[in-house]
């Protein structure tokens, strides 16, 4: 019986009869202050079309003209992933209709990308390092954005009608295409994970992106293939579309094997097809059939001369180029004083950029990790969310341990500042005092809650008294409990045990 969209083989079947091969187009938006071809503000959260003009708009007569920032910013992509630089290319129009695309064309690149043929060793969660080749890096302009409205699914089937804000159109995008990824086995949906994690890692540190993959300014294509297990070749691949987050990244592949597996397993033909992601049910669903490069009808921009990077100017920007991240690892960790295991689960994590800068801004190696490892991907993983898109900043955490380290709050306390900070309540300082955290060093109060704890355990103070002093820790649990964990247990400790020495 031929297997339906719906109906899935289990992930260690699919790898027993198909070998996977991936394929993954990386969007990124480049944080210029103007758009790719006009002057208009890239802002994100502006009001719906404020930042237009006529030629992000294709109005008839206006006239683009190059970003040399984003030229800039993708050579020196192009260059950190080990990409040969074009010493001559130029833009093309990509023509199709889609009502967030106003020009009915896109400007993009392509036979003659800006940077092609390099490559990526991403480092996976046990250490072994996988090398991802890049096909190409090039420069293009992102769409304007729709909003369906009415419906439960927030896409166009079923809504009542359709919004378009065109403030995104014409922001700078470099987008970075892999070569097919095989060889990866039952690992393809982990080192897909690896690659983008790194990927996003690589544009913060060449400081051309924020790369926030909840605002948009990173996004993934996922492509997926199978073909019989030994065969070598290629099979008929899926793209899911603008997949935005680093777990979705892992789950979608990990979804198309089993999707692809189960209709070539049934005799059925897989479709080439764009496919949506749904993040809610971890699904992916038929979108439309892939268009072929020749049906874009390619052909140069008329309007815009071709770009031309000198030897002398793309040597100079090779010299502003971050530390490998190889290299940039291995430094940390002996920095920091980090085991194999401290090192592979802070990067596993996706958060070794979050404990760098917080360790910058005052915190400890130990202290910036046991919070982002602890606390706060904890509060990650229950919400489906990735750390560093929960709404902490390296600052916030070096903020809360310094209070830590002072006196004023106790871990207990902290995790409430936590809780607060991803709720949006405003800087740890104002959490603290909008909630009333700060520990209690009125040595009055102090006492009074020892004297209450001491008075309402009698049978407990007399073994204290006998010198059993391991039970003092029951009471000063009460004195805890009395003072809502607002209090120093340490001193505590010491009240008590004077009290009754």
Known sequence: MSATETELLTYEEALERFDPALGLEVHVELGTASKMFCGCATEFGAEPNTQ?????????????????????????IGLALNCEIAEWCRFARKNYFYPDMPKNFQTSQYDEPIAFEGWMDVTLADGESFRVDVERAHMEEDTGKSLHVGGSTGRI????????????????????????????????PE??????????????ALG?????????SIRADVNLSLAPKGSGVLGTRSETKNVNSLRSVE?????????????????????????????????????????DAEDYRYFPEPDLVPVAPSRAWVEELRGTLPENPTERRARLQAAWGFSDLDMRDTVGAGALGLVEETVAAGASPQAARKWWLGELARRANETGREIGDLGVTPADVAAVQAMVQAGSLNDGLARQVFDGLVAGEGTPEEVVAARGLAIVSDEGALTAAVDKAI???PDVAQKVRDGKVAAAGALIGAVMKEMRGQADAGRVRTLVLEKLS
Do not use: F
């Open 251 to 291: 789950r979608a592949v990990r979804y198309e094997v089993q999707r692809h597996a189960a209709v070539l397993a049934g005799g059925g033909t897989v479709l080439q097809e764009t496919r949506h992601w749904h993040e809610d049910t971890g699904v992916t669903t038929s979108g439309r059939e892939k268009s």
């Open 52 to 76: 237009v003009c006529p030629t992000c708009l294709g109005l008839p007569g206006s006239m683009p003209v190059v970003n040399a920032t984003a030229v800039e910013s993708a050579i020196r």
């Open 191 to 204: 080192v897909a994970r690896a690659y983008v994690a790194q990927l996003r890692d690589l544009i913060v």
């Open 157 to 188: 089937h079923g809504a009542d009608y359709s919004l378009v804000d065109y403030n995104r159109a014409g922001i700078p995008l470099i987008e970075i295409v892999t070569k097919p990824i095989v060889g990866a086995g039952e690992r393809a």
């Open 208 to 216: 051309v992106s924020d790369a926030r993959m909840d605002q948009g």
């Open 455 to 457: 008075a309402d355990n």
